[in-house]
Each structure stands twice: as C-alpha cells, then as structure tokens.
C-alpha cells in the first residue's frame, strides 16, 4: 500500500478548508479548473501532488490569492529537503492531517468538542466562530483520527454563557464520548505532577510530532523532541490519574443534573 506523505496531506486539507470556504462542492471546483472530480478527490486525500499550474488555477477559483501556491512551493521545498513546509508548523493544518490528537485542557472545554452556542461566548467574533466549527469537520473524517481529550474537573463546573449553553455543552461531551475514536476522561481536581498548561500532541500520519502549548500571549507550536516527550510524559500522567471513561460519562451527567438543570 502506498504512504500517505503527510506534506501531501497537509496540502489536500488546506484545499478542503478553502473549497468548503467558498461554497463549493468537489465536482464545481473540478468544473471551474478543468480536471476530474476525482482528480480533486485525490489531491484532498493527499494521494496525488498537483503540478504548481492547478495550486494557482485553485487560488484562481477559491478567490484565495496565493495561499495554494505558496502551499505548493513550500511543499516542493519541503520533499527537497526531508523536511516540514513552513505552513506545516500552523497547528491547526498539523491538527487536520493528524492519526491521533491527544489533548489538555484546564479552563474550558477543548475547541474541537466545544458546541457552538459554547464557542460564541468564548470567540465573540463570526468569522473566528466559522473557523472553529469548521476545524469540527475532522471529528467525522474518513480515515477518523483517534483523539483523546482529557479536561481538569473544574471545566466541567465553569460556567461559559449561562446554565442553558453548559448543559448542552456537557451533553455534547456524552455524545462525543460514545464514538469509537474518541476517549474523553476527567482529572480530578488536584496536584498532577510534571502538568503545568494545556497542550495538544498531534501524530502525523508518519508517526512524527507536533506538540501545541497554551501561552499568556496566544500559543507555540513545536516539533522538538524534547518539548514532544515532555507532553507525552505529561500526557501519560494524566491518563493514569484521570478517570476512566465510563466513570467520566458518570460524572459528566451528575454534573447536568446538580448543577445545570
């Protein structure tokens, strides 16, 4: 069977996001630059590179300026060297070509499990809301990355927008715990050692890492293995000391009923 290049599989989700973006579906794009729908299919699932002449008829037709093109070189430049386009250290494209994200998160619920009425309260902004609906898509994607969130128990008690939005926000989180490639658990509130900030560790699909840290001023983004086996280790931590998953479905539904009913 051949490997996936993740570069190519970057690239394929970075057209998805734009396509979806304007409104179209695979086959009026494949009308609007002259190839197949197929074609379109192959170059989204990262089983193709396209030449640099389609990445700028896209940008053409997704009205996206030079984003593809751009993509497209660094992507060049990145099999050239063995090593990551520059585009590839944004999270949030590192996130969509991902086998498995792993996840903390100490104030508020992960932005992938987060339901809307819950996320417009934290973004207050449209657009940033789009965004994160639409990084959601990943929950349901074929190949579905295993991903397992676990959230300190405060987060389940913070109220986000009122008792009406964390009551649907927490029977969000039952639904989500019941997919088969999704883990969620709570840690109890106490000391947990070596776990000092939220992060996300994303597995690409050739097993390298990309670990995402919550700072005061945003965030940062990094490969090193050194900053990686550091989140893994906090990561495993975590796990053993948070509850399983059926005891977290328990508590999440006590918590609607004694708080947020």
Same mark, same amino acid.
């Given at each position: 069977?051949?490997?996936?290049?993740?570069?190519?599989?970057?690239?394929g989700a970075e057209v998805?996001?734009?396509?979806?973006a304007a409104g179209l579906?695979?086959?009026?794009?494949? !009308?609007?630059?002259?190839?197949?729908?197929?074609?379109?299919?192959?170059?989204?699932?990262?089983?193709?590179?396209?030449?640099?002449?389609?990445?700028?008829?896209?940008?053409?037709?997704?009205?996206?300026?030079?984003?593809?093109?751009?993509?497209?070189?660094?992507?060049?430049?990145?099999?050239?060297?063995?090593?990551?386009?520059?585009?590839?250290? &944004?999270?949030?494209?590192?996130?969509?070509?991902?086998?498995? %994200?792993?996840?903390?998160?100490?104030?508020?619920?992960?932005?992938?499990?987060?339901?809307?009425?819950?996320?417009?309260?934290?973004?207050? !902004? !449209?657009?940033? %809301?789009? &965004?994160?609906?639409?990084?959601?898509?990943?929950?349901?994607? %074929?190949?579905?990355?295993?991903?397992?969130?676990?959230?300190?128990?405060?987060?389940?008690?913070?109220?986000?927008?009122?008792?009406?939005?964390?009551?649907?926000?927490?029977?969000?989180?039952?639904?989500?715990?019941?997919?088969?490639?999704?883990?969620?658990?709570?840690?109890?509130?106490?000391?947990?050692? &070596?776990?000092?900030?939220?992060?996300?560790?994303?597995?690409?699909?050739?097993?390298?890492?990309?670990?995402?840290?919550?700072?005061?001023?945003?965030?940062?983004?990094?490969?090193?293995?050194?900053?990686?086996?550091?989140?893994?280790?906090?990561?495993?931590?975590?796990q053993a000391e948070a %509850?399983?998953?059926? !005891?977290?479905?328990?508590?999440?539904?006590?918590?609607?009923?004694?708080?947020?009913?």
């Amino acid at each position: 069977m051949q490997r996936i290049k993740p570069e190519f599989q970057s690239f394929g989700a970075e057209v998805r996001r734009l396509r979806k973006a304007a409104g179209l579906n695979q086959q009026r794009l494949a !009308d609007l630059v002259n190839v197949t729908r197929s074609y379109i299919t192959q170059v989204e699932c990262g089983r193709t590179r396209c030449r640099r002449d389609l990445a700028l008829r896209l940008d053409r037709a997704l009205k996206s300026g030079t984003t593809l093109a751009e993509a497209w070189d660094e992507l060049l430049e990145s099999i050239k060297s063995d090593k990551y386009p520059e585009f590839f250290a &944004n999270f949030p494209r590192a996130e969509q070509s991902a086998s498995m %994200l792993r996840s903390y998160e100490d104030r508020v619920v992960y932005g992938l499990f987060q339901s809307e009425a819950y996320a417009r309260v934290l973004l207050n !902004d !449209d657009d940033a %809301l789009k &965004n994160r609906m639409r990084r959601q898509e990943i929950l349901n994607r %074929l190949p579905a990355p295993s991903i397992t969130g676990v959230m300190d128990e405060t987060v389940l008690y913070r109220e986000v927008g009122g008792k009406t939005v964390m009551r649907e926000q927490l029977e969000r989180l039952l639904e989500l715990s019941e997919m088969s490639n999704l883990n969620l658990q709570v840690a109890p509130i106490r000391y947990i050692r &070596n776990v000092w900030a939220t992060f996300t560790i994303a597995t690409l699909p050739d097993q390298r890492q990309v670990v995402y840290t919550a700072k005061a001023y945003g965030g940062e983004t990094s490969s090193s293995p050194p900053h990686v086996a550091l989140a893994n280790e906090a990561m495993a931590t975590l796990q053993a000391e948070a %509850l399983n998953v059926r !005891d977290t479905r328990a508590l999440i539904r006590r918590v609607i009923e004694e708080r947020w009913t």
